[in-house]
């Protein structure tokens, strides 16, 4: 990963050091039985919970025993870990197995969650949160619901898993909560997204992402790396940068932007890596950018949809997914005329500079982009030696990289024989369609060999 040029990380770095207390410090530790003194400090996160009040800062000390239990921060507290304390939630107790409950202005950083029944850490509306330099090993293991996938539930899955670190927003609108230098990793597989952001009602959401590794992902779209969800009339903005996601596990991908009913999302994606795993289905795609009015699955919807993505991406490496690098969905029927997917074209300022190449290892064919009721412009892009031809002195990517709905004939046979013979392609794009893409001109160089 090169060094970030976009200053995100730097910021992170400030807000931390500007983040100091203003209350008492309190400390805690696993096996031991005091009065939260640094001499003799609590032995369990429920007892700081208790005796600390707004403004407070908790100091976790390690020890050679895990910490269990769970915690719900008051308002501007840090939760603080000194030599990276090992934590675990091992039941559902009141907190529903979330671990870390955050609340406006807290600070999480530090700390090793080793396991946790529900969330790792959880935000519920709240505003001007900070986590960094975590290390999470698993989270969600009951497998544990967080909230209704709204629309998408069509697609046979009625609520979003709980993630490993996940906001929920359904009341106001929040100030933007930032989640940097952190590594998220399954020992086998994440029971849910590594990072997801849910906005419902008329919410209003903001988070940025910055430097985080994650990896093992679970099995399915609900799990993938980041999951940004939008429903009804709310409003998502959320930058990620100079982060990484591999081994998506099943079809799980490693960005999924999903914008349902009338909601917006506005994006930027800067500096981002995936690489696929051994263990992928077809449907794992390095970034997937979805727009779902809100018909039911499989009932083609001619409409223009109400629901708006404005989604840019630059400088990002995915290689190796089994599905499609790049998917630009519309389910079903045209894009908002305010969605712009900008993969180089300039329009949100996208430099392009994109790494596509080498994906669609579970496909009948190499796959580098799928476009679904949209006009892609994606030029300024590197496909690969063997993908990117010239045509009149101009590189573009080969026509045979691309499924562009509804598809070459060919295309969807293969398709259709490796998705076990039900031709659901031609349902996704019913009629005559306007899908088209442009990657004249490509690069013609690798932009990072």
């Not at 910021?11 to 209350?23: M, T």
């Not at 000194?82 to 559902?92: E, F, K, M, V």
């Not at 940097?180 to 919410?203: D, E, K, P, W, Y």
């Not at 994006?267 to 992928?280: A, K, M, P, S, T």
Request: aromatic residues 6%; proline residues 3%; hydrophobic residues 40%.
């Amino acid at each position: 990963m090169q060094k970030s040029r976009f200053g995100l990380v730097a910021a992170v770095v400030l807000i931390g050091q500007l983040s100091a207390h203003a209350g008492s410090v309190w400390y805690v530790q696993s096996g031991a039985d005091g009065d939260g003194s640094r001499a003799t400090p609590f032995g369990s996160l429920a007892e700081a919970e208790d005796a600390s009040l707004a403004g407070d800062e908790i100091r976790v000390l390690a020890s050679e025993t895990v910490l269990e239990g769970s915690i719900r921060l008051k308002s501007g507290q840090t939760l603080r870990g000194i030599d990276s304390p090992r934590l675990a939630s091992t039941n559902a107790g009141s907190n529903d197995g979330d671990l870390v409950t955050l609340a406006d202005d807290t600070v999480v950083r530090d700390i090793h969650i080793v396991d946790a029944v529900g969330h790792a850490i959880v935000g519920r509306n709240v505003s001007g949160t900070l986590i960094t330099g975590n290390r999470i090993d698993d989270a969600n293991s009951a497998d544990a619901t967080s909230v209704a996938t709204g629309a998408t539930a069509g697609l046979g899955v009625a609520a979003f898993p709980k993630a490993v670190i996940g906001f929920v927003h359904d009341l106001k609108a929040a100030r933007p909560n930032i989640v940097a230098s952190n590594q998220l990793v399954g020992q086998t597989r994440l029971g849910g997204s590594a990072i997801a952001i849910h906005a419902r009602a008329r919410a209003r959401a903001h988070l940025s992402i910055a430097d985080n590794r994650i990896g093992n992902l679970g099995g399915g779209f609900p799990r993938s790396g980041i999951l940004i969800d939008a429903q009804d009339d709310a409003r998502i903005e959320f930058d990620i940068e100079a982060t990484s996601v591999s081994n998506a596990w099943e079809s799980s991908d490693g960005i999924l932007s999903v914008a349902q009913h009338r909601s917006r999302i506005d994006g930027r994606i800067r500096e981002y890596e995936f690489e696929g795993g051994v263990n992928q289905g077809l449907g794992s795609n390095g970034i997937e950018v979805v727009t779902y009015y809100g018909r039911s699955w499989l009932s083609p919807n001619e409409d223009n949809h109400a629901a708006t993505s404005r989604v840019a991406i630059e400088e990002s490496d995915i290689t190796g997914s089994g599905g499609f690098g790049f998917v630009v969905w519309n389910i079903f029927g045209r894009p908002d005329a305010t969605s712009v997917i900008d993969l180089g074209s300039g329009v949100l300022g996208s430099v392009g500079r994109n790494r596509i190449i080498g994906n669609g290892r579970e496909l009948p064919f190499p796959g580098a982009v799928y476009v679904v009721h949209d006009v892609l412009e994606a030029p300024n892009n590197w496909w690969g030696t063997d993908a990117t031809v010239v045509d009149g002195g101009v590189g573009k990517l080969a026509p045979s990289l691309a499924f562009i709905c509804r598809g070459e004939d060919e295309q969807r046979r293969e398709l259709t024989a490796a998705t076990g013979g039900q031709d659901v392609w031609s349902n996704f794009c019913p009629g005559e369609d306007t899908s088209a893409l442009t990657t004249r001109p490509a690069l013609t160089s690798d932009p990072r060999p």
